[in-house]
């Protein structure tokens, strides 16, 4: 890569983070983007492989998304019922 590739790289990546961190959001995801322009630019067919392979990965995402979300609501549930539990057993005694 060049340097001037690089240097355009870690520019847009530091002041996307920065405009992230600051609160500015747009200015933060066009800097962002720039990056990703610059990158995709020096790797082409990595990034249509990654294209091509973005389904999957959503997917297998969602699926990840779903499990955590059932366990947190067995956990929550478990919670629920054990306090309400421990409470109904203390008042009985």
Excluded at 45 to 67: C, M, Q, S
Aim: charge should be negative; proline fraction near 2%; charged fraction near 25%.
């Amino acid at each position: 890569m060049e340097y001037w590739k690089r240097a355009l790289l870690a520019g847009s990546a530091a002041a996307a983070a920065i405009m992230f961190v600051k609160g500015n959001k747009s200015a933060g995801l066009i800097l962002a983007g720039v990056g990703v322009a610059t990158l995709a630019s020096e790797y082409p067919e990595k990034f249509a492989e990654l294209r091509e392979n973005l389904p999957d990965y959503i997917e297998r995402g969602t699926t990840y998304l779903d499990v955590v979300t059932r366990v947190g609501e067995r956990l929550a549930h478990v919670a629920e019922s054990r306090g309400s539990d421990w409470y109904e057993a203390l008042l009985s005694r």
